[in-house]
């Protein structure tokens, strides 16, 4: 990515409205007003922006080419809402499009493969090297589905809504033409986070309501960890919850500004059964709380939002949230606040941890020019 160029952009405005922003790598994309920046994390300087005559819904750096895959804002939207651009941000040019009837809502990459929300189906697509989709699996959910997409060496996973609130649809692919698919329920209610650890041997889920989330192992879908975040209602998105590089600890951070941390190795469960008993469950070892924003302050001029809805009332302030080491977590707002945390065992040997702020940035000035 160190050889994008930067596109020079005259803004005159005082308050962005970010649609969506997601790390990707070490970088960090957003989608904010009618343009698109990528930001390296280390060190903190922009590497591209890119305007449009309308507003992204959602972008992603398609496996680490220059190419960036495109979904448009149905208000005010820079292209149809139904179709997916794969756009070479070099030549400025769009390599290939993907089509569809109805509106996408979401897209996630990893690799060559793009799985895509459309309404009420799910899509997954191979892209090859000459940026041509082909349609590798579909299958129709409720309306809104989320989708989750890693691959590890040659082994891919793929997880989807399934027809049921609270089902989900797990793909292992292992090549193109050679993959088995399960179909169980994860949670009573809608499931609003999907998280893959990195080696794809488990993966974690919480509901609409934030409380729970709860562990898988990805091969017989028998749940490992119960989680409890809290009692209270909260919103985590799937760019918000994250296994370690080791997948030996699961970290999130909700709307209610506090992050997470659980580790892995302490088992919570006293079968591998689904269990709903509220008490049988784990809270979390670490918990560290952002400090508050002034909203009113001149130094933090953007409207709330989120990754998938905009609310320009309340001012709420969105997080995401990733792992830059095995010890270091990064968070990200739509307040332009960048947290990186680190994480300590309490003792030599101790299962606990904690959880301590090393270093804070602000990436407005990147995007004001």
Avoid at 210 to 217: K, L, P, Y
Avoid at 300 to 305: D, E, K, L
């Amino acid at each position: 990515m160190n050889n994008l160029k930067s596109i020079q952009l005259v803004d005159n405005s005082d308050t962005k409205s970010i649609f969506s922003f997601n790390f990707c790598s070490d970088s960090l994309i957003l989608c904010y007003n009618d343009r698109v920046a990528i930001i390296s994390l280390s060190p903190l300087l922009r590497l591209l922006a890119v305007t449009y005559p309308g507003q992204i819904l959602n972008a992603a750096i398609f496996n680490g080419t220059n190419c960036l895959l495109l979904a448009s804002n149905p208000t005010n939207p820079a292209f149809a809402h139904n179709k997916l651009i794969l756009y070479d941000a070099i030549d400025h040019a769009i390599t290939s499009t993907i089509e569809f009837n109805k509106g996408i809502t979401e897209f996630k990459t990893s690799a060559s493969l793009v799985s895509i929300s459309v309404h009420d189906s799910v899509y997954l697509y191979a892209v090859d090297s000459e940026y041509n989709p082909v349609l590798l699996h579909k299958h129709n959910t409720h309306s809104n589905p989320i989708t989750q997409l890693n691959t590890h060496g040659k082994h891919s996973l793929f997880i989807s809504s399934g027809l049921k609130l609270g089902h989900l649809h797990v793909a292992h692919l292992h090549s193109k033409t050679h993959k088995s698919t399960n179909l169980f329920q994860a949670h009573t209610s809608k499931v609003s986070a999907v998280a893959i650890s990195p080696n794809n041997s488990s993966f974690a889920t919480t509901s609409v309501k934030g409380t729970i989330i709860r562990i898988f192992n990805s091969t017989t879908l028998q749940c490992t960890h119960q989680l409890r975040r809290g009692s209270d209602l909260a919103i985590i998105t799937s760019s918000s919850l994250a296994f370690s590089p080791d997948s030996t600890l699961l970290a999130l951070v909700s709307d209610k500004s506090s992050v997470h941390l659980w580790n892995l190795d302490i088992p919570t469960l006293k079968s591998s059964k689904y269990t709903p008993n509220y008490f049988n469950h784990s809270r979390s070892t670490a918990t560290y709380h952002l400090p508050a924003l002034n909203i009113h302050s001149s130094l933090s001029p953007f409207i709330t939002s989120s990754q998938h809805y905009a609310n320009y009332s309340n001012f709420q302030e969105s997080f995401i949230l990733t792992w830059e080491s095995p010890s270091v977590i990064l968070v990200a707002s739509t307040y332009g606040r960048l947290f990186k945390l680190s994480v300590t065992a309490r003792d030599t040997g101790s299962q606990s941890h904690t959880l301590q702020s090393v270093d804070f940035k602000n990436f407005l000035h990147l995007l004001t020019l």
